[in-house]
């Protein structure tokens, strides 16, 4: 399947400073279409119909999200963007931040309409302070020329904290509090922001909104496999000579990716999804991505023969132990004991207990744990289990 | 009645009112599930994750305390799976607690040690690092030691609550979290707080102890532990 531009069809083309380019390439005529011809329960169901699914990680149906928060009791919504985009490895929110941040503020302007909220937030990670001009340039101009009216567009700014970009700590941070996630249910579609009803939308599930409301559901859901519709934009990295972003179908080959379009070489694993993702081995390269298989936020970085497994999965850990709050038990104590194990995996002098302790703890921060962090954080340490179990037995002290 | 919700309890049918946690219910029906972060009368935080149960249909192991019953919801509070789980999540907590049971002052009223007997763990399989944090003696009402803190927050919310301004808080992040007095200052002579007993009495571990004079006697009742 070729690459085809869905979510970045203005990237590169239009001039994020000049609304007026936007506008030539059929700018804000999805939010006019919305607001003349389209009741909210139209407009959710338009979405749901497509089978858009979020591209944050979790794949949650987007529809499904913003019925919920319309028909739950209430007079104060809120939309948030979750610009956090601290996935290690990915930077596609950056690149469609950088060149078109005109979809993104239709796309919330659609979803305040659908959900009857007044207020949305862009939650902007700090290491994109350089976009936070931009942004507001574009919510000026799009507020001034008229389409922003009775909904308010603010950006708040994340201090740097990686669980800030889990939906419900990203909400206690915009509430000014410290970061830490939540437990669910109440959901945030019932009780989100200052626990009002809330729909929490990743960059690029927002870019695909306008298109879908003016190329309709069906259009969309053409693309892709039977539960992945649509495209996904993808940051590839590592062991490749074209790093970069590109968007492809869903259900496309990780081969396309890699290795037609990134053009990798001597393969060792490929870890899809960041720091919580998937890592399968070379052998797998012909999976597809999707929901069904592996996609995560659409990070894939490529680790070459030269590259040592147990290294990177060290490394993986090191940094979900740094990053994870604190709260629960399972991945405070959990991340730590497992570097601790790594680190002796890392030094030659692991023991045959350690692995089977390896295995009980994954399971167990899997079950147990709060938020996606703590449950998905022991994936790389499973994975390589699995397919790259020799590496943890080398270093083995007998 | 229209508000009565209907589960399966461990096979048992039971009913319960709407609104009620996993947790009410199984307590309502003589079923005891560990906790350490709950707190009966205050919101609750999931924290902990000790009152873990297995709700059919779900990916995950639940957290009873804070999750409210549904209509034919069917709930294990004690399989194998939900057991083992609770067993590695205290044996974590211990992998970083001080192996001071003999001489701390809680020794045989703390609720980490009876959770670990009932739930059968002996020494922890995992090894972490533990926290060196210097004892805090000199206030005549309290005495902190959070060396042997598992970070439950109990002391936390009690705080919050309590209206007279918060002591306490959690400062830092992951395994380096800790709850910190002011911006993390030491509880010095000069702190005062009118309910030190309030949060003291909260304390599962010997994190937070009242100054014991020579010859006074300890009011608690003794824990037995069993084996």
């Known amino acids: 399947m070729p690459q085809q531009r869905v979510v970045l069809k203005n990237c590169g083309v239009i001039d994020p400073r000049r609304i007026e380019t936007y506008l030539e390439r059929d700018g804000f005529k999805a939010l006019a279409k919305v607001r003349r011809e389209m009741t909210r329960e139209q407009v959710t169901d338009e979405i749901k119909a497509s089978g858009l699914r979020g591209r944050g990680g979790a794949g949650f149906p987007t529809g499904i999200k913003w019925e919920g928060a319309r028909q739950a009791p209430g007079e104060e919504k809120y939309v948030i963007c979750n610009a956090d985009e601290g996935e290690v490895g990915t930077f596609k929110d950056r690149y469609i931040l950088e060149r078109d941040p005109f979809t993104l503020i239709e796309a919330m302007a659609i979803a305040g309409y659908a959900i009857g909220a007044k207020q949305g937030y862009i939650y902007l990670r700090a290491e994109y302070h350089h976009l936070f001009d931009l942004l507001q340039n574009a919510i000026n101009q799009a507020k001034k020329s008229g389409y922003l009216d009775g909904f308010r567009i603010e950006i708040r700014e994340g201090a740097g904290a990686y669980i800030c970009g889990e939906e419900s700590a990203l909400m206690d941070s915009i509430e000014g509090k410290r970061g830490e996630s939540r437990y669910r249910p109440p959901f945030p579609t019932t009780s989100g922001l200052w626990g009002k009803p809330t729909i929490i939308n990743n960059v690029e599930t927002l870019m695909n909104i306008p298109q879908i409301i003016l190329n309709g559901a069906g259009w969309f859901s053409q693309m892709g496999t039977e539960r992945s519709k649509g495209t996904k934009v993808f940051s590839i990295s590592g062991d490749v000579e074209n790093p970069g972003v590109y968007e492809l179908v869903l259900g496309s080959p990780l081969r396309e990716l890699v290795e037609d379009l990134a053009s990798a070489k001597d393969i060792k694993l490929i870890q899809i999804g960041g720091a919580t993702g998937r890592i399968l081995p070379y052998e797998k390269i012909d999976t597809p991505l999707a929901f069904e298989t592996v996609l995560g936020a659409g990070a894939v970085t490529v680790y070459n023969r030269s590259r040592d497994v147990i290294d990177i999965v060290y490394r993986t850990m090191e940094f979900l132990a740094e990053e994870s709050c604190g709260k629960c038990t399972p991945c405070r104590q959990g991340t730590e004991v497992m570097v601790e194990i790594l680190e002796k995996f890392h030094r030659g002098e692991g023991r045959e207990q350690d692995i089977r302790n390896l295995e009980a703890l994954s399971q167990v921060m899997m079950l147990t744990s709060l938020c996606g962090l703590g449950q998905a954080a022991p994936n790389a340490v499973m994975d390589t289990l699995q397919y790259f179990k020799d590496a943890y037995k080398k270093r083995v002290v007998v | ?227």
């Open chain 2, 1 to 227: 009645m229209e508000n009565k919700v209907n589960l399966t309890l461990n096979g048992r049918a039971v009913s319960a009112r709407q609104g009620m946690t996993i947790l009410e219910v199984a307590r309502e029906n003589g079923i005891d599930i560990p906790t350490l972060c709950y707190l009966e009368d205050f919101s609750p935080m999931g924290a902990c994750r000790l009152c873990v149960v297995e709700v059919e249909g779900s990916r995950t192991l639940v957290g009873s305390c804070h999750t409210p019953v549904t209509e034919g919801m069917v709930v294990h509070t004690h399989s194998p799976k939900v057991l083992a789980a609770r067993k590695i999540l205290v044996e974590l907590l211990l992998a970083s607690h001080p192996d001071s049971c003999l001489v701390c002052d809680k020794a045989n009223i703390c609720e980490l040690r009876r959770i670990a007997a009932d739930l059968e763990v002996g020494l922890p399989r995992f090894h972490a690092r533990k926290h060196y944090y210097p004892v805090e003696d000199e206030n005549p009402h309290i005495i902190r030691d959070m060396s042997k803190c598992i970070l439950c927050r109990r002391c936390v919310i009690a705080c919050k609550s309590a209206g007279n301004g918060s002591m306490f808080s959690v400062a830092y992040r992951g395994f380096e979290s800790k709850v910190v007095f002011g911006c993390d200052q030491l509880v010095d002579e000069a702190a005062v707080c009118p309910d030190f007993d309030g949060c003291i009495a909260l304390c599962p571990s010997g994190a937070l102890r009242k100054p014991v004079k020579i010859g006074e006697e300890r009011a608690e009742k003794a824990l037995i532990i069993k084996g």
